[in-house]
């Protein structure tokens, strides 16, 4: 047990105008490089490490945080504002974000992503300091076979997402698994549907994937539509009314249930290695919808969408490192370069820590509870600036994010073939946008399909392929009854709201 004098003099040494100002610069670059489509805060994390070698461990690793912080944010920015995720995470807030800020409200969204960015974090981060040992140990409980139920539970989400094709909706699922597939067997390590090229033994990276079919088949379908005319990126209506251009209490409080419904999602994945905020994000926004009164508002502009994605990505931050902390296993690989960090500045996660390094455990809480609130400050500073960019005529804006992509997209993947298979799934994406095909169902079933095939491959080892051991698993049967429930419920409700 920590002593109170050891958690006092952790947030001591964290709030110092020394480290305040690692944290607003680690913000300010994550935000800038999340806006950014393709880069991310993670590349900016890896870069930023080298740098942070000479810097006390404190400092060196509240800069750190601050950019994974700002970078989740930032990438909502271009999501709201142009349709054009700066992260995959930010996919699922571009889905109202937009059609919000279309409608003259681009403040209001962008603002509404912040506040419920800085809420899902912050509860995360609570939740990190409070009870992070006893989740981490309900965490490692989980097996093959309960990670594996937990994937078949994240598809039946996707059940909520189909909309008013249910045939279109399979295929683009499947389409999504057949492009998961592509690379190595993840149990015999085998080449599959690499027709020659090794490049792509590796499997596609979701860089290429995510940014070619959300960003760049947007920017086709946007500059297809122009014929030739210069106008704005975004046409941003002044309705000449106030309350457009700002989120007031009473919205931002309307939004507390979906809020803590997407915290809890993005903390209980964020403990869990490997599942990772995307996921977060879609499920979190599934069950808004399927939960609504007003389910035929979502896609169309409703501040509850935003709330619902941005909380629950934001929120896997804190809960990446949870299990980091308490047992020394990465959560995702932003917390895996924040291992690395720990480890170049001398602290070695797992139980000990707490008992061996507590003082400069509870200074990096510290830390990040002051990163949130930078968030916010730099956040409202920075949305009128972006506002004002994407004003610019869509010749200079779209030119500039398609080369954003291009040099992301290059050096997320370290090469030009990245850039090859962005190209290719952008026009796959333009085509299946076009057809009414969801790319939304596509990227989730791609993301989570070599997670699935993986846990198939082990829970089917650990059994021997006996699949009645897993009913000595409750955890395992809860989330498949849960799920079997999901996909029924689901489909009811789209029945009813798309009548044939």
């Not at 995470?89 to 962008?110: E, F, I, R």
Request: charged letters at 10%; one cysteine or more; proline letters at 5%.
């Amino acid at each position: 047990m920590v002593e109170f004098s050891t958690i006092l003099a952790g947030f001591a040494d964290a709030f110092s105008l020394y480290n305040l100002l690692f944290v607003l610069f680690g913000v300010v670059l994550g935000q800038f490089v999340g806006a950014v489509p393709g880069i991310g805060p993670i590349m900016a994390m890896a870069i930023a490490i080298p740098f942070t070698f000479g810097l006390d461990p404190l400092p060196a690793i509240a800069f750190l945080v601050g950019v994974n912080k700002g970078g989740l944010v930032g990438g909502a920015v271009p999501a709201v504002l142009m349709n054009t995720p700066g992260t995959p995470d930010a996919a699922a807030t571009a889905m109202d974000g937009y059609p919000l800020a279309k409608q003259g409200k681009p403040l209001k969204a962008t603002k509404m992503a912040l506040f419920s960015s800085v809420t899902g974090d912050t509860f995360s981060d609570i939740v990190l300091i409070t009870v992070s040992a006893p989740l981490a140990i309900l965490a490692l409980k989980m097996g093959p076979v309960e990670v594996c139920a937990l994937m078949i539970f994240a598809f039946s989400i996707l059940a909520g997402l189909i909309g008013n094709s249910l045939a279109k909706g399979i295929i683009a699922a499947c389409l999504g698994l057949l492009a998961a597939s592509i690379g190595q067997d993840p149990e015999n390590f085998t080449p599959r549907l690499i027709f020659g090229y090794w490049d792509l033994f590796g499997g596609l990276a979701l860089p290429s994937v995510a940014i070619g079919m959300l960003a760049i088949s947007e920017i086709l379908h946007r500059l297809s539509e122009a014929h030739g005319n210069l106008r704005p990126a975004i046409v941003a209506k002044d309705t000449g009314n106030p309350a457009d251009r700002r989120v007031s209490w009473a919205e931002y409080w309307s939004c507390r249930y979906t809020m803590l419904r997407g915290a809890t999602i993005g903390t209980i994945l964020g403990a869990l290695p490997g599942i990772g905020s995307t996921a977060a994000a879609f499920m979190s926004y599934a069950m808004t919808k399927a939960s609504s009164k007003e389910p035929e508002t979502f896609g169309k502009g409703n501040i509850q969408g935003i709330a619902a994605s941005e909380s629950a990505n934001s929120a896997v931050v804190g809960a990446n490192l949870i299990p980091l902390l308490t047992l020394g296993i990465p959560g995702s690989v932003g917390a895996a370069l924040i291992i690395s960090a720990f480890t170049i500045h001398g602290m070695q996660p797992g139980p000990l820590l707490f008992e061996n390094q507590g003082r400069l455990v509870y200074g990096l809480f510290g830390a990040m509870i002051m990163a949130n609130f930078v968030n916010l400050w730099v956040g409202q500073l920075g949305l009128r600036l972006w506002v004002k960019v994407v004003s610019a005529p869509e010749s200079i804006i779209f030119s500039s994010a398609l080369l954003l992509c291009f040099v992301g997209v290059s050096m997320a993947t370290n090469g030009l073939f990245g850039v090859t298979i962005m190209l290719i799934f952008a026009v796959i994406g333009y085509l299946m946008a076009s057809f009414g095909y969801s790319l939304v169902i596509f990227i989730i079933a791609f993301f989570l399909g070599p997670r699935f095939e993986k846990s198939i491959a082990q829970s089917l080892a650990l059994t021997n392929g006996d699949l009645t051991q897993v009913l000595k698993s409750p955890v395992a049967v809860a989330l498949l009854v849960l799920s079997a429930v999901s996909v029924v419920w689901f489909l009811k409700k789209n029945a009813q709201e798309n009548p044939a």
